[in-house]
């Protein structure tokens, strides 16, 4: 094996940029857990998972930053200490995001097949629930055990950090150049075997993602569409239809997004995983290195964006609070007025969207 290649200087506009990707990337998971903490409706089985993720993805941020912020030249405590936590938390959130994937399709497959059972009645489809079910929800009518539960909570917590310890406790985590980083401690290139703890504290499971998230949610599509299928054989109203196609398109393209989302924001990390390995100087080229720090670090912005504010239950609730904080000073200037024309606005305004359950993420 080729000697990795010489340590990677940072430019200030590097680290301005990673930096910043480290800010939107906590802000966004902090309004994901800010949603589940103050809307108690919006909490599905799915929304929990998405917390989790949340917690992990403002961890790595936060760690990212002060690794980015700090820039280590060599090894000190604080490295390892950074790089076991962004080791982690990055390890931990690679967990989630399948955790999540693998439960919408378990969700589905088995109310698809219960609704599909002899005697049930009813066909394989979507039309004895809303129309926007089977999209993000996690399927409100499957409802998986304590088991399944407690077993996502142990392999996506307990496996990353037994994993994080043993890497502390045999010295694995230092100082790397920022060959495989950018400006932050993970796996010391010094150890003889660095090559395989970079893959049991990262790679591995990165890689597995690869192929795991866009084989499960072709598969959700798959019977989601099966489903529509059966559907369309009933001839539901026009109304209803127009309805259930628009939802439909816009699920659609979040199934295909959010694996490719994925990896398009972890693919450079591994690009200059290979690198490295192979020592080629082209680990330093100043673009790759950008777009490994944003890879890196902007995960917990893009579930903001896809899972807050790209969905119309989310959004709707988040507007309605800007709204009424911009609105307190009108408001407090009309009370001398009449209150009967101000009431019916007020009451027409409050109405909104119909706060389902089962509609949670599904637009």
Request: net charge positive; with cysteine; hydrophobic share 45%.
């Amino acid at each position: 094996m080729s000697p990795p290649a010489p340590p990677t200087e940072l430019m200030p506009s590097e680290r301005i940029v990673v930096l910043l990707s480290c800010v939107l990337s906590a802000l966004g998971s902090g309004l994901l857990v800010a949603t589940h903490a103050l809307w108690p409706d919006l909490r599905s089985r799915a929304r929990r998972l998405l917390l989790f993720l949340s917690l992990a993805d403002l961890l790595s941020a936060t760690s990212y930053f002060y690794g980015v912020l700090r820039d280590f030249e060599g090894p000190s405590w604080d490295c390892v200490l950074q790089g076991a936590l962004s080791t982690f938390a990055n390890t931990s959130s690679f967990f989630w995001t399948v955790a999540i994937a693998l439960y919408l399709y378990l969700s589905i497959v088995r109310t698809v097949r219960t609704r599909s059972a002899p005697g049930s009645g009813r066909p394989s489809s979507l039309r004895a629930e809303r129309p926007g079910h089977f999209t993000l929800t996690g399927c409100a009518g499957a409802r998986p055990d304590l088991t399944a539960s407690m077993c996502s909570l142990l392999l996506s917590w307990g496996v990353p950090l037994a994993i994080t310890m043993a890497a502390v406790a045999l010295k694995k985590i230092g100082y790397d150049a920022s060959d495989v980083s950018v400006g932050w401690c993970w796996i010391n290139l010094e150890a003889e075997d660095y090559v395989l703890w970079m893959l049991l504290t990262g790679k591995l499971w990165e890689m597995l993602a690869y192929i795991m998230l866009p084989l499960l949610y072709l598969l959700v599509r798959k019977h989601i569409s099966r489903a529509h299928e059966a559907l369309s054989e009933y001839r539901p109203t026009i109304s209803e239809t127009h309805q259930l196609r628009g939802r439909s398109s816009v699920a659609d393209k979040k199934l295909v997004l959010i694996p490719l989302i994925f990896i398009c924001l972890r693919v450079w990390s591994t690009v200059r995983f290979v690198l490295t390995l192979c020592g080629s100087p082209a680990v330093q080229v100043p673009v790759l290195v950008v777009l490994h720090g944003v890879g890196n670090t902007f995960q917990g912005g893009a579930n903001c964006i896809m899972f807050a504010l790209c969905t119309q239950a989310v959004r709707t609730r988040l507007l309605q609070v800007c709204c009424c904080c911009s609105s307190q000073s009108p408001t407090t200037e009309t009370q001398e007025g009449p209150p009967a024309a101000s009431a019916p606005i007020k009451a027409g305004k409050s109405q909104g969207p119909s706060w389902a359950p089962d509609q949670q993420l599904s637009t």
